[in-house]
C-alpha cells in the first residue's frame, strides 16, 4: 500500500523560506517519478515541481529560481525547499508519485504566506 506523508507547512512572512517534506512508503522509491503540486482556495490543483527516478527536475513558471526539488531515494523522501515566498504561494501542497494509471497523494501541508 503506496503512503505519502507531507510536513513542513506553516505560516510565514512573505520573503521566508519554508522546507516541504514527503515521507514515502509502500513503493520502490528510487524507480518512480515524484512530484509536488499545490491548490489555492478556488483554483485548481496545479503542478509545482517533479523529480524523475532518473534525477532531472522541472518546475512551473512561478516558482523557477526560488523552489528546488529534491529526493533522497535512500530515505525514501522527496524535499521542497520553497525561498523567497510570496503571498500568492499560499495553498495546500501535495505530494504525488503515479503507478501505472494510479496516481497516490498525501494528505496535503498548509502553507500560508502573509504579505
Known amino acids: 500500500q503506496v503512503q505519502l506523508v507531507e510536513s513542513g507547512g506553516g505560516l510565514v512572512q512573505a520573503g521566508d523560506s519554508l522546507r516541504l517534506s514527503c515521507a514515502a512508503s509502500?513503493?520502490?522509491?528510487?524507480?518512480?517519478?515524484i512530484a509536488w503540486f499545490r491548490q489555492a482556495p478556488g483554483k485548481q490543483r496545479e503542478l509545482v515541481a517533479a523529480?524523475?527516478?532518473?534525477?532531472?527536475?522541472n518546475y512551473v513558471d512561478s516558482v523557477k529560481g526560488r523552489f528546488t526539488i529534491s529526493r533522497d531515494n535512500a530515505k525514501r523522501t522527496v524535499h521542497l525547499q520553497m525561498n523567497s515566498l510570496k503571498p500568492e504561494d499560499t495553498a495546500v501542497y501535495y505530494c504525488?508519485?503515479?503507478?501505472?494509471?494510479?496516481?497516490?497523494w498525501g494528505q496535503g501541508t498548509q502553507v500560508t504566506v502573509s504579505s
Open positions: 504525488n508519485t503515479k503507478l501505472g494509471s494510479q496516481n497516490y
Open positions: 509502500g513503493l520502490t522509491f528510487g524507480t518512480y517519478n
Open positions: 523529480a524523475t527516478s532518473g534525477g532531472s527536475t
